[in-house]
């Protein structure tokens, strides 16, 4: 071959005939290369950490060694290195126990012709051995950094989202004072504006924190009991319809026993209710209704509103994170991001179907983790 390596050959022979008639073979062939020959084990053990050669051509049977001890050697000195045995006669049986303890391919004297590709082949398939070595030592490299700095990234923003959090309240602890005292009809306007801000960084914060917990802690599967983590859920999403303006059913067809993550399930279900009740048409009665229906595989939770619905353009983005598709939008555009995620935690999938004008329902289904 015009463009090949020259390739350094260790030969482990003690007949001067057979190394004239396998160079001949090699030569014949185009085959470049340089060789060292040896014929005890002293000399074989020195070669090959001084010669540290591409490929080795061994003889079986030689006085006081042979090409099973070799290849011993071979695997502890350059593992890497193809080891190909070259005998007159040798069993089948020892043939395939060579090739067992790691030889790449035997040749037999008689048929010499097989061996300048039997040499390319193993250099070549030692070679992708390497590449391939190599691109996972690198993939593995690369994910333990990433893994890192994932780790590094949510540890700064739940600290960063806790720490903001102490100050914020007391801010709006200072601001009812504030309100309380003055009651300058124009200032009292002003302190309701600004209290409503801050409860839009409080939201958001929150939501922060919820993303941050649910990427870094491990699922903690147990017996779900679903009104109660409904209600709990609710519960958290009174001051969003404080004049309980929204109607709200829930039906539950859960006799069928169900485990999971009950504090996750919470996650989705208040970021989904709290749409729900944010973008309710304000023309017409609200209604939310909450469906779960659980089997021995599944649970299917579907929570359909008479709100404001979704526009076709707005669809493909409502769980991309930070997108807030329309200027009505209160939050910081993470709640549905936020609900894929914990629903991808539990192995489950979300779908949404929305008409505008009409209403939205999203349809969860996760797997029964008993």
């Not at 190394?19 to 073979?25: A, D, K, S, Y």
């Amino acid at each position: 071959m015009q463009d090949e390596k020259q390739l350094k050959i260790l030969m482990l022979e003690d007949s001067k005939d057979d190394v004239f008639l396998i160079e001949r073979v090699l030569r014949k062939d185009n085959l470049s290369f340089v060789k060292e020959c040896v014929d005890t084990r002293d000399e074989f053990n020195e070669a090959i950490r001084r010669f540290q050669p591409d490929v080795v051509l061994s003889d079986h049977g030689l006085p006081g060694f042979n090409s099973r001890e070799a290849l011993k050697i071979c695997l502890k000195e350059r593992s890497s290195t193809p080891f190909i045995l070259v005998t007159g006669t040798v069993s089948e049986d020892y043939a395939i126990a060579c090739l067992r303890d790691g030889a790449d391919d035997y040749i037999l004297k008689s048929n010499l012709s097989r061996l300048p590709a039997a040499i390319r082949g193993a250099v070549k398939k030692r070679k992708l051995e390497k590449l391939k070595r190599e691109a996972r030592h690198a993939l593995r490299k690369q994910n333990e950094e990433l893994l890192k700095a994932n780790r590094e990234l949510d540890s700064f923003v739940y600290s960063v989202s806790h720490n903001l959090r102490g100050p914020l309240a007391s801010l709006m602890g200072l601001l009812h004072i504030a309100k309380d005292e003055d009651k300058d009809q124009r200032l009292v306007q002003v302190h309701d504006m600004m209290s409503c801000s801050m409860n839009k960084l409080e939201d958001t914060l929150k939501e922060i924190l919820e993303y941050s917990r649910n990427a870094r802690g491990e699922l903690q599967p147990g017996k779900v009991d679903w009104l109660r983590t409904i209600e709990a859920s609710l519960s958290k999403l009174e001051y969003l319809d404080k004049g309980g303006k929204v109607e709200k059913h829930i039906r539950l067809q859960t006799d069928v026993p169900f485990t999971s993550d009950a504090g996750r399930l919470g996650i989705i279900f208040i970021n989904l209710l709290s749409n729900a009740i944010l973008y309710r048409d304000k023309n017409r009665d609200a209604v939310v209704n909450i469906d779960v229906l659980t089997s021995e595989k599944t649970a299917t939770i579907t929570i359909k509103d008479n709100g404001i619905g979704i526009k076709d353009d707005i669809k493909p983005h409502v769980f991309n994170m930070f997108y807030r598709g329309t200027e009505l939008s209160q939050g910081a555009g993470l709640g549905l991001y936020i609900a894929k995620e914990t629903v991808s935690k539990l192995r489950g999938t979300i779908e949404i179907e929305s008409t505008h004008g009409v209403g939205t329902s999203v349809t969860v289904t996760v797997p029964n983790m008993n």
